[in-house]
């Protein structure tokens, strides 16, 4: 465990707390909100031990920075959850116009590529 005087877990919590706010937003289409939930968890765990153990800047900083982290996480994933709906309605409406089998059979014979 952490000695008395020792900061690694606030190191850690920082870094945590900036990777997760970095990744979600870097790997916004390749579920980078997962890492960044995972890590902001973890930061916001460091952050409280090191500041249990020895109240200093690296825990105040590696809280703070995993709840913006895990906060930009949640914001992403609720935007990826709306994209999701949003597509799966075009799609229905698409299925429901009948748009969808003209789409699938004009791509399939080569209709309407312009070549």
């Known amino acids: 465990m ?3 005087g020792d ?3 606030g ?3 920082v870094a945590f707390g900036i990777l997760s706010i970095v990744l979600p937003v870097v790997a916004l289409l390749g579920f980078g909100f997962v890492g960044g939930i ?5 930061g916001l765990i460091f952050g409280i031990v090191q500041r ?10 590696g809280i703070i920075l995993s709840i913006v982290g895990l906060l930009v996480s949640l914001f992403v994933l609720q935007q990826v959850i709306v994209a999701v709906g949003q597509a799966s309605q075009i799609l229905q409406d698409l299925k429901a ?6 789409l699938q059979e004009g791509v399939g014979t080569g209709v309407g590529s312009g070549y």
Not at 52 to 61: D, E, I, Q, T
Not at 97 to 102: D, E, F, M, P, Q
């Open 38 to 42: 995972s890590l902001g968890v973890l």
């Open 52 to 61: 249990k153990k020895v109240k200093n800047s690296w825990s105040m900083w």
């Open 11 to 13: 190191v850690l919590s």
């Open 2 to 4: 952490a000695k008395e």
């Open 97 to 102: 116009s009948g748009g969808l089998v003209a």
């Open 7 to 9: 900061n690694s877990f």
